[in-house]
């Protein structure tokens, strides 16, 4: 059965590029007003990073001085080298640990200055650190803050930082991976300043009154991805793609072999999406047969000479375009070791790492593939959600089949806390919803 969804726009803003323009021209208007916070929620591609950009040079213009908060280095690297290559005259402050080598698009901009001291870069309109680093401060503040990918951020992380600032601009992804701990953290469940929850969700829950936008608009996800992963991730909250129907084709360089493998390229440049299933079975966390499947597909794209069509132009899909992931470390150590030489320069990495980050095609090893149960942590639907949305063009899952009859035979079973915010959707809701369009183009291995 496959899944017919549709999400759409009002007819009045239908343009999509007009849609987002008067998101992000009320997010300004509102940095502007008298708001102590300002969210914005962007589903996968909605240009987060760009809207961050264009908030620091608006503040900075009015002559604010801001820092910025971003969760790991290489946010931090590219919000510099994006914010400095797009307004060369800010003056912008890396602030680091000592430990940390500057990145060439770091010192590749004469407006950048790299310290491990808040006081040696003062006179820095812009400064940008991790929240970790920001953390160290014992002093310093000022009058703005940019706060991106806000829902990876964990609240207590949040009010170490909230003395830095007096007013702040918080933007992320509610769709995808939670802030996550490797200690117990049931003790402090339903406490309103419960640490395990994102800084976001803290943050609204005692102060509703805050304004909340969405970005309407993914520019990354194509037509044929971006009503899946609305209605399987966002039900409430719907986007569209930028691009329609025909803006963005995947074509092959040499025809494929009849092979399953090829089947399934094959169906993923005419769908944008392919499920490529083995037999169904129980296996280990490292199935051998999934893994090589994982691998040979991401190998033969290659071997195709996979060139794609879009709104920038025509370009080959080279191994710097395609990535695989996985929800484990050791799957993806495996899926590694099986691609070898002919795989070298694809991207091989877990949800958690994938988060941010684009690709032409991407090959997913699904996460409840071969298992005997769900577990929260397989069923976690940001997990899902980030593997299924960092394509332009087509995405290709590779899974045992009896998913859906794991699913059902493993309902929910996570314990129920008073005060916490039920998360829709659930795993559960979001797993069947994304297997029921996959169904379409199953593509079923010779084994």
């Keep these: 059965m496959s899944l017919d969804i549709a999400v759409e726009l009002p007819e009045e803003v239908a343009d999509p590029g007009t849609a987002a323009n008067e998101v992000v021209d009320a997010v300004l208007a509102d940095l502007d007003g008298d708001h102590r916070g300002v969210v914005v929620d962007s589903p996968p591609g909605a240009g987060k990073s760009t809207l961050v950009v264009r908030a620091a040079a608006h503040l900075a213009a009015a002559g604010e001085r801001l820092m910025i908060v971003a969760q790991t280095n290489e946010q931090v690297d590219d919000l510099i080298d994006r914010i400095a290559g797009k307004h060369p005259d800010i003056t912008l402050g890396r602030l680091s640990a000592a430990s940390y080598v500057p990145a060439a698009r770091v010192t590749a901009h004469a407006s950048v200055r790299v310290a491990t001291k808040g006081d040696d870069l003062a006179e820095r309109t812009v400064v940008i650190a991790t929240a970790a680093k920001w953390a160290t401060l014992s002093d310093g503040s000022w009058p703005w803050a940019i706060v991106d990918e806000a829902y990876q951020m964990r609240s207590d ?20 991976l939670d802030p996550f701990s490797t200690v117990e953290v049931e003790r402090w469940a339903g406490l309103s300043w419960d640490p395990m929850r994102s800084a976001v969700s803290v943050l609204l829950a005692h102060n509703p009154d805050l304004p909340v936008h969405r970005l309407p608009v993914s520019w990354r996800l194509p037509a044929s991805a971006a009503p899946v992963v609305s209605a399987a991730f966002y039900p409430f909250t719907g986007f569209r793609s930028g691009t329609g129907p025909g803006d963005r084709r995947l074509e092959y360089s040499a025809g494929g072999m009849g092979t399953t493998y090829d089947r399934a390229l094959d169906e993923a440049a005419a769908s944008g999406w392919a499920l490529y299933e083995l037999p169904a079975r129980h296996a280990l966390r490292t199935d051998a047969e999934a893994v ?20 920038h132009g025509s370009a080959p899909v ?28 694809i991207t091989v990495d877990t949800a958690n790492r994938l988060q941010g980050r684009e690709y032409d095609v991407t090959v997913v090893l699904h996460p409840l593939s071969g298992r005997r149960d769900a577990t929260a942590f397989h069923l976690e639907s940001g997990r899902l959600c980030v593997l299924t949305s960092r394509h332009r063009h087509a995405c290709i899952v590779v899974a045992r089949a009896g998913i859906p009859e794991l699913l059902d035979a493993h309902p929910s079973t996570e314990p129920v806390h008073l005060g916490v915010p039920i998360k829709f959707p659930d795993g559960w809701e979001a797993n069947q919803s994304v297997l029921a369009h996959l169904a379409a183009h199953t593509i079923r291995s010779d084994s």
């Design 157 to 176: 992380m949040l009010l170490r930082i909230a003395g830095r600032f007096e007013r702040a601009l918080f933007v992320g992804d509610p769709g995808q």
């Design 292 to 311: 090589q499947a994982t691998a040979a597909l991401a190998v033969r794209l290659l071997q195709r000479g996979a060139v794609a069509h879009s709104e």
């Design 318 to 345: 080279g191994a710097d375009r395609i990535a695989i992931g996985a929800a484990h470390r050791d799957q993806v150590t495996a899926i590694r070791a099986a691609l070898g030489p002919h795989g070298e320069g």
